[in-house]
């Protein structure tokens, strides 16, 4: 089955400076990439989600690369704010056409410096 | 916007007994997933529905299982509890024109179950 690796496990930047996650795949099948960011006590929010025929995608402060070859894809977050502070987990799906579930990676707790 | 409804939030159980777990998707979505996710840990994928029937199934326990209902609601029923199924279980929604662009899915607040 897919193994997704996360890297790091945690990360601290000072506030406006710029965060980088990225993240592995290992199963070349899959071709579905989101981002969640989970804060404290509630469930994965969906922020940013990418799909095997696009290779890069922004929405204001966050971009996601990928790169299908190497099978990595990462997660930026410019001028990054406090309320960034979360925990951030990617994900890969096969997206085939059917259901499918998503495997996660182990997250990043991202920690914004003031 | 309307979200993903999961009953109840929390929920406290003793070894060996059932619990039922229900999740109510965003209107118009047909398709609901259940994940289970331990502390400090990632979401674990357990199974998913599509029109009332299994679409895909992930680690899911024997002593667990599911449905979808005709009103796409879905239900989590756990059997034979053990002190190692206390976790987070979070109920995911998505669109079905959506699969072969890859699923959407947008999480609920998730039932938090202890066993004790």
């Known amino acids: 089955g897919e193994n997704v690796e996360q890297h790091p496990s945690t990360l601290s930047v000072q506030e406006g400076d710029s965060a980088v996650i990225k993240c592995t795949y290992s199963?070349?099948?899959?071709?579905?990439f989101p981002w969640y960011k989970q804060e404290l006590g509630k469930g994965p929010q969906l922020i940013i989600d990418?799909?095997?025929?696009?290779g890069e995608k922004k929405d204001q402060r966050i971009a996601v690369t990928l790169n299908k070859t190497a099978k990595h894809f990462s997660l930026h977050i410019t001028e990054t704010q406090p309320e960034d502070s979360a925990v951030y987990f990617c994900?890969?799906?096969?997206?085939?056409?059917?259901?499918?579930?998503?495997?996660f990676g182990k997250g990043t707790h991202l920690i914004i410096q003031p | 916007a309307a979200g993903v409804i999961q009953s109840p939030r929390h929920l406290i159980k003793e070894k060996r007994e059932t619990a039922t777990l229900k999740c109510y998707p965003i209107?118009?979505?047909?398709?609901v997933y259940w994940y289970q996710q331990g502390p400090g840990q990632d979401p674990q994928f357990l199974i998913s529905?599509?029109?009332?029937?299994?679409?895909d199934k992930g680690s899911i326990p024997d002593r667990f299982s599911a449905q979808q209902f005709s009103d796409y609601h879905s239900e989590l029923n756990m059997s034979s509890l053990e002190l190692g199924d206390s976790a987070l279980y979070f109920c995911?929604?998505?669109?079905?024109?959506?699969?072969?662009?890859?699923?959407?899915?947008?999480f609920g607040p998730g039932t938090r179950l202890t066993v004790l």
């Open positions: 199963d070349s099948a899959s071709n579905y």
């Open positions: 994900a890969a799906s096969m997206g085939g056409g059917g259901a499918d579930g998503l495997t």
């Open positions: 990418i799909r095997s025929n696009v």
């Open positions: 209107p118009r979505h047909d398709t």
């Open positions: 529905f599509y029109e009332k029937m299994q679409s």
């Open positions: 995911a929604s998505s669109l079905s024109v959506s699969f072969n662009l890859g699923n959407e899915q947008f």
